[in-house]
């Protein structure tokens, strides 16, 4: 097989679901007499969360929603976050809320979290949510793994029975990709900084999710032939000309493709769909919380 046909490609996948989303926003608006509206509260002028914010805020204004944007100094003190947390949990204009991550040190993260109201909690970090995708019961998953998975039922249709191999346990990515995985039934093995002998656990696996952010670690040799690959990893490194950088992976494309049987590219691959579900779950929460019916499995 080519490596052509074996890419999967994200940032088409992504295109398409944000065709989906305007259309179901569009039928919101029409039927609720209001945009949609997502939120984005910025704490500091950190350079990479300024571009994810822009282009939150562009992508939710091109998909017909509402986007508010908060953009606070680095000195603010964490009363004053939380104030406008709960400003924004009061305002029924504002379906959902993401407050951008990281936080400057002297705010407590977990407490900023635990004071978005988790129905608007579209990012899925707050507990409850955590607790309710656990559970099986409808919340906001975190956009980064839906995507993940996604790609992944595209791709291969149902995951039953597969054995999956997630590698890295944040409470961003690595969690609740294994968490998704087990609700697709898959059999799942979660990896980490002390597995032991990594590349023989990777070596079982139908389905390898990487998340750790080490640049290429993931060797095409320790892969099963056959297998798909998620690669989450995005890392600066530095470029062939001097001066220049370049965005790779967890996993070593080059060597990774001749074995996989499907895999994303870095960039293209689980980069666009991250916004991309972002605004899917926007638009969930906005007719969740106007009590109108949507068929949430069409999106
Ligand atoms: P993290 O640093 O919070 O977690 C990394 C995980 O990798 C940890 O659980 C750790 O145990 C594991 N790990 C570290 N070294 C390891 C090793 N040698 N072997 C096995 N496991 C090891 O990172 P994160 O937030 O989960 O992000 C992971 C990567 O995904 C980063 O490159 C990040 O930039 C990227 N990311 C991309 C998106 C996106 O595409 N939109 C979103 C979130 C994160």
Known sequence: MSTDSKIIDGKAFAEGLRTRIAVVAADFEAKAGRKAGLAVVLVGEDPASQVYVRNKGKQTVAAGMESFEHKLPADTSEADLLAVVERLNADPAVDGILVQLPLPAH?????????????????????????????????????????????????????????????????????????????????????????????????????????????????????KPGATVIDVGINRVPGAEEGKSRLVGDVDFASAAEVAGAITPVPGGVGPMTIAVLLRNTVVAAHRNAGLVLDESAL
């Open 107 to 223: 705010m407590n993260e977990q407490k900023v979290i635990a004071t978005i109201n988790p129905d608007k909690d579209v990012d899925g970090f707050h507990v409850v949510n955590v607790g309710r995708l656990a559970t099986g019961l409808p919340g906001f998953v975190p956009c980064t793994p839906l995507g993940c998975v996604m790609l992944l039922k595209d791709r291969l249709g149902s995951l039953s029975g597969l054995d999956a191999v997630v590698i890295g346990r944040s409470n961003i990515v690595g969690k609740p990709m294994a968490q998704l995985l087990i609700a697709e039934s898959c059999t799942v093995t979660v990896a980490h900084s002390r597995t032991k002998d990594l590349p023989e656990v990777v070596r079982r696996a139908d389905i390898v999710v990487a998340a750790v952010g080490r640049p290429e670690m993931v060797k095409g040799d320790w892969l």
